[in-house]
């Protein structure tokens, strides 16, 4: 599980380079298909994350801060990187003792839903691929090369 992190956060960084080439306009132009712009998706990926796992730690689920606060590659950077050290340590604990222990919470109709931290884990990871996948798209259709996000050769298993 904590090597699909890894793969993840390099993929991740290696998109945060990416932007340095982009115009911020392209960054901040709203796409179809996907959640919005190439860096609200980035930005969605980073709060995701955050979110579920302070879930699973035990912390209150924080609010989604507003975007606009965040409209630049720099702060999205630097909200990734405040996040990834929040998380690291808990993602690199994992234990397969883990995997079924019950998540709690209460949905904004007032619906409880119960996941297994294990499953969550697996939506986490899944859900930045899915994102990744949309920034590809975009990518392409700005004339640019996307990030490769081949698993191979990232030095994850040696």
């Not at 959640?35 to 989604?64: A, K, N, R």
């Not at 995997?99 to 996941?115: A, I």
Request: net charge negative.
């Amino acid at each position: 599980m904590q090597k699909l992190f890894e793969y993840n956060w390099q993929v991740r960084e290696d998109w945060f380079t990416w932007c340095e080439s982009v115009p911020e306009e392209e960054l901040l132009k709203e796409r179809v298909g996907g959640i919005g712009s190439i860096l609200y998706t980035l930005f969605h990926i980073v709060d995701v994350e955050y979110s579920w796992i302070c879930g699973l730690q035990g912390d209150p689920e924080p609010e989604e801060p507003p975007f606009d606060s965040y409209a630049s590659l720099s702060k999205v950077r630097e909200l990734s990187e405040q996040y990834h050290k929040e998380v690291e340590s808990f993602i690199t604990s994992w234990s397969d003792e883990m995997e079924n222990l019950q998540l709690t919470e209460v949905g904004s109709n007032g619906k409880t839903f119960t996941y297994r931290y294990g499953e969550v884990m697996r939506h986490v990871i899944a859900h930045e691929i899915h994102h990744i996948g949309q920034l590809s798209i975009w990518s392409r259709e700005i004339g640019r090369q996307p990030v490769t996000a081949n698993l191979i050769d990232r030095g994850l298993f040696e």
